[in-house]
């Protein structure tokens, strides 16, 4: 699996897609679109993904591929779990923020509104 990471590599701010490309006819597709859920998770956390979904859900199978104990691949699941969880707080703290700058004057209402539309 390719080493990808959701984060800008300057700034640490979000990276969206803005360009498809058919490799076969060239055709192209503009616009900004956020990456999928799955895809904002750290690389690790998507390969174990990807292990559990072909081992059918089977964390033993899963297990029995990385030769880990049970309890420790629960523990990697759980790691996961709390991830895909992070990633709606940091949405909902980003909100908070914009709603917060908005009460105290800081912002318009219009440049709330254009930020908002970006989380």
């Known amino acids: 699996m390719n080493d990808f ?3 800008c590599n300057s700034c640490g ?9 058919c490799r076969d006819c060239d055709l192209t597709l503009s616009g900004t679109v956020d990456l999928p859920r799955l895809a904002r998770l750290p690389s690790e ?3 174990f993904i990807e292990l559990f979904v072909l081992a059918g859900g ?8 990385l030769k880990l104990s049970y309890p420790t691949v629960r523990n990697r699941l759980d790691k996961v779990i709390a991830n895909l969880k992070q990633l ?3 949405k909902r703290l980003a909100r908070a923020e914009i709603i917060d700058a908005l009460e105290r ?6 440049t709330a509104l254009e930020r908002l539309s970006k989380i």
Do not use: P, Q, T
């Not at 979000?14 to 498809?20: D, F, N, T, V, Y």
């Open 13 to 21: 701010g979000a990276l969206a897609i803005s360009e498809l490309k």
């Open 88 to 90: 709606d707080e940091d």
């Open 5 to 7: 990471s959701a984060k």
């Open 45 to 47: 956390d998507r390969e």
């Open 58 to 65: 089977s964390l033993k199978e899963v297990g029995k591929h």
């Open 105 to 110: 004057g800081d912002i318009s209402s219009d």
